[in-house]
């Protein structure tokens, strides 16, 4: 089927506005990632989810960033009182499990915040 | 806590010179390791792991637990091979936690 889709491919938003990003993952994957790329800065881990839970949530830069995944499936990355300093693109992966190896990516939400 | 350094952000060569992109890791267990490329325009995708001990597109790796290393070698490098490389480690036992390094983009002269 499908590879891993995510929505919107672009977003500009206003400094202060919430934004919401959302991964919609290989079905049947269980592990579901998110990271930030930017310039200089390669992938920064942001999340990770196996099932609906997150074992590991201290890449999340700050409180103003919160993520969640309902039914095993999509998820959703939420960036609250977007800042400047918080536009780059947001990639997502999606694993078969923990266990297998290899991570499929999707194309990424390029945020520009303004 | 576990971390991936790629010492050169940038690598030039030329068409048909050896490269080495290097790599190099920070884990108390059992790392798995693998090289993802990301061409002009596509999605990040997986290069090699080190458990398949494989060889992709001409390039490979070897994993060197004294050295904590995974370097990429091809010894012939091609205009196609120019990219961003990076490197990745991901956790063994209860840690499935995948962590990059900060890439390195390879170019390839004619």
């Known amino acids: 089927g499908a590879g891993v889709s995510q929505s919107p491919s672009n977003k500009v938003t206003e400094k202060g506005k919430d934004v919401e990003l959302r991964c919609d993952p290989i079905?049947?994957?269980?592990?579901l990632y998110w990271y930030r790329q930017s310039l200089g800065q390669g992938l920064e881990f942001l999340i990770y989810?196996?099932?609906?839970?997150?074992?590991?949530k201290s890449g999340l830069p700050s409180d103003r960033f919160s993520a969640e995944r309902t039914g095993g499936s999509v998820s959703t990355l939420t960036i609250q009182r977007t800042q400047q300093e918080d536009s780059a693109v947001y990639l997502c992966a999606s694993s078969p499990g923990p266990r297998v190896t290899e991570a499929f990516f999707g194309q990424g939400t390029r945020l520009t915040v303004v | 806590a576990q971390r991936v350094t790629q010492p050169e952000k940038l690598l030039s060569v030329f068409k048909g010179a050896p490269v080495e992109l290097k790599c190099n890791y920070s884990y108390s267990g059992s790392p798995e390791l693998f090289w993802y490329v990301q061409y002009s325009r596509q999605r990040l995708q997986l290069l090699l792991r080190?458990?398949s001990r494989e060889s992709i597109k001409g390039f490979t790796a070897d994993l060197n637990k004294g050295e904590t290393s995974f370097h990429l070698k091809k010894p012939f490098a091609q205009e196609e091979d120019s990219a961003m490389y990076y490197c990745?480690?991901?956790?063994?036992?209860?840690?499935?936690?995948?962590?990059f390094g900060k890439g390195t983009l390879l170019t390839v002269n004619p």
């Open positions: 990745a480690l991901k956790g063994g036992g209860s840690n499935y936690k995948l962590t």
């Open positions: 080190h458990i």
């Open positions: 079905s049947g994957h269980t592990a």
């Open positions: 989810f196996q099932g609906n839970s997150a074992p590991d």
